[in-house]
């Protein structure tokens, strides 16, 4: 080790790590060298190989490219768009016509990202049939790879119809915000009852075909044990580091949101400072008379 790395460890293994890097694997979910459309079977390959593998939220075009450009292997145009993206105070109001133009959005924004789609509240829980309907359409209309639902045991027949019709299905657990006026926002499969019924619904959702699990909000322990349990990867976001795959919102992890964010998510920019600096020295150049220039004039 090298003096400097004696001093500062963190510092040489970085350095370590530029002079030789791991090399990537070309068929990894991140970082991999695939530019097609990332598959369900790719997703349980990564789960074979114990790969770790983020998703993120998105909701426009725009922002979904430079996710995807960044390399993150599925995006999930998620009802979190209902406060995120819409104005809403929760997701419950999200309707299918707001989602099937907000997932075509994130699809034409996007090359090698599955895109999975949420079905709104009300949208498939009248049944399978309903389930398949609105399934359908997001995937012929907004041309998304796969759709997302909340609950294992309560939503088995709708998930065996669409898998059945050729539909991937990414299931969702523990906290599942559509029935906040039930649950409420908290931690869930606390105690041996409630944990026995979620490891009974992810059974559930994987026997009835699902390819993957979305844990929300549950205890790291139990997330863990859930993980092991599956063949099929699940995807945590306040499950505790354990599960296959992370999962955030893009908004929270970003910066963008305001007010207070929930403790599991983490900020990895400051958007909402940036934003705010630019429009105010747009404001002040404008009112100052400074903007626009000779330079962006035309005669
Ligand atoms: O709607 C959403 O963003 C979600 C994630 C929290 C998984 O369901």
Redesign the pocket.
Known sequence: MTLQAAQNPARESASESQNSPRPADPKALYGGTGTRRITVHQIAAAKERGEKWPML?AYDAMTASVFDEAGVPVL?V????GNCHLGYET?VPVTMDEMAVLSAAVVRGTRRAMVVA?LPFGSYQEGPVQALRNATRLIKESGVGAV?LEGGERSLPQTELLVASGIPVMS?LGLT?QSVNTLGYRVQGRGDEAAHQLLRDAKAAQDAGAFAL?L?LVPAELAAEVTRSLSIPT?G?GAGPDTDAQ?L?YTDMVGLTGGKVPRFTKQYADMRRVLGDAAKEFAEEVTGGTFPREEHTFH
Not at 78 to 81: E, F, I, K, Q
């Open positions: 939220t999930l998620g009802d979190s768009m997701t949420d997302k969702h915000p979305v929300e995807i976001i999962v919102v």
